[in-house]
């Protein structure tokens, strides 16, 4: 079973912080993903990475950042922390676009900026 | 712009009671499209996925209904349990765009025993 694991069920930062949130697939995944889920409004893309130091925004990508420096290991960046941050975000992986892949998702970080 | 439009928002049934939720797209470069189930303080798990070349998935009680021509599907639960209480979401993707997927905003599903 594909695994991806995000180190924080919840965390709590106050505005200003700089925040990493970080994430870990064991599948040997080309593809990682960072969404933020809002009630009402689903799961919204925030950046993607389809390789090693790769990276493209997605649909929301003002006030983040991402690092990929290792194949299992995307992390999310929040350079600034802002109260209109605190959502729940949510880390995906899957296999390459050719073969039909579903995504994978972590069990989410709640994220409250205070 | 929402790629994906699913609806409805909430659903509440009786066990036993068929819920549907329908998803609509305008995109006709999709070319997969899986739906995911989600419980509180968990992520989105896969539950079943479709190509448009078949009009209907069976996977157990799940059934994913797909019409081509009207760039609609629709996910079916038979027989539903207060254990399928969750949030459902349809997706989308473009073949060649690094597998991004489209989601729709998701629906809460209430089985009442």
């Known amino acids: 079973d594909v695994k991806v694991t995000q180190s924080s069920r919840y965390l709590v930062k106050r505005t200003g912080e700089k925040v990493f949130l970080e994430c870990v697939q064991d599948?040997?995944?080309?593809?990682m993903f960072w969404y933020r889920q809002d009630p009402g409004l689903g799961l919204r893309l925030i950046y993607f990475s389809y390789d090693v130091k790769m990276k493209e925004k997605g649909d929301i990508p003002e006030g983040y950042s991402v690092s990929r420096e290792k194949k299992e290991r995307f992390s999310l960046i929040l350079e600034s922390a802002s109260t209109n941050q605190t959502s729940m975000y949510l880390c995906?992986?899957?296999?390459?676009?050719?073969?039909?892949?579903?995504?994978?998702f972590g069990d989410g970080t709640r994220l409250s900026i205070l | 712009q929402q790629q994906v439009k699913q609806s409805p928002q909430s659903l509440i049934v009786q066990k036993g009671g068929i819920p549907i939720i329908n998803c609509a797209y305008e995109?006709?470069?999709?070319?997969?499209f899986p739906w995911y189930q989600q419980f509180p303080g968990k992520g989105p798990a896969l539950l079943i996925a479709?190509?448009?070349?078949?009009s209907e998935k069976k996977e157990g009680r799940f059934t994913i209904s797909f019409n081509k021509s009207a760039k609609q599907f629709s996910l079916h639960i038979m027989d539903s349990q207060p254990g399928d209480s969750a949030t459902y979401f349809c997706?989308?993707?473009?073949?060649?765009?690094?597998?991004?997927?489209?989601f729709g905003s998701g629906t809460k599903l209430n089985v009442k025993p």
């Open positions: 479709i190509r448009p070349d078949v």
């Open positions: 599948m040997d995944h080309e593809n």
């Open positions: 995109n006709t470069a999709f070319d997969y």
């Open positions: 997706a989308a993707r473009v073949r060649g765009n690094f597998n991004k997927f489209y």
């Open positions: 995906a992986s899957s296999g390459r676009d050719r073969d039909y892949q579903p995504q994978h």
